[in-house]
Nanobody, 124 residues
Framework: VQLQASGGGLVQAGGSLRLSCAAS????????MGWFRQAPGKEREIVAAISWNGGSTYYADSMKGRFTISRDKAENMVYLQMNSLKPEDTAVYYCATDRLPLRMATTASNFGSWGQGTQLTVSS
């Protein structure tokens, strides 16, 4: 299983960016997906998650109303649209798959496959 997050970069505060997560070696159809982030000196935290069928989404409080997680099963991709970015959003962002199929997961311990991260830097 390989997951590759991409789309990070440098953006000004208030700007937008979309992260993508591509999977190989696994079909994401039956698995919840999550986006996590880790800032320097801080623990990894969940950003958003989407259930295996896309019917349920979860956002950390500080991301609600600004970020949108989505999935495209045909493309085997998961996305994170980020709007109204703030300097405190600066972090390495990771995508991950749930350990078990056909459910919703929102805690890091439930996710078993992690991709390479992508750096987001938001300048003030």
């Amino acid at each position: 299983v390989q997951l590759q997050a991409s789309g990070g970069g440098l953006v000004q505060a208030g700007g937008s960016l979309r992260l993508s997560c591509a999977a190989s070696g696994i079909s994401l159809d039956d698995y919840a997906m999550g986006w996590f982030r880790q800032a320097p000196g801080k623990e990894r935290e969940i950003v958003a998650a989407i259930s295996w069928n896309g019917g349920s989404t979860y956002y950390a409080d500080s991301m609600k109303g600004r970020f949108t997680i989505s999935r495209d099963k045909a493309e085997n991709m998961v996305y994170l649209q980020m709007n109204s970015l703030k300097p405190e959003d600066t972090a390495v962002y990771y995508c991950a798959t749930d350990r078990l199929p056909l459910r919703m997961a929102t805690t890091a311990s439930n996710f078993g496959s992690w991709g390479q991260g992508t750096q987001l830097t938001v300048s003030s």
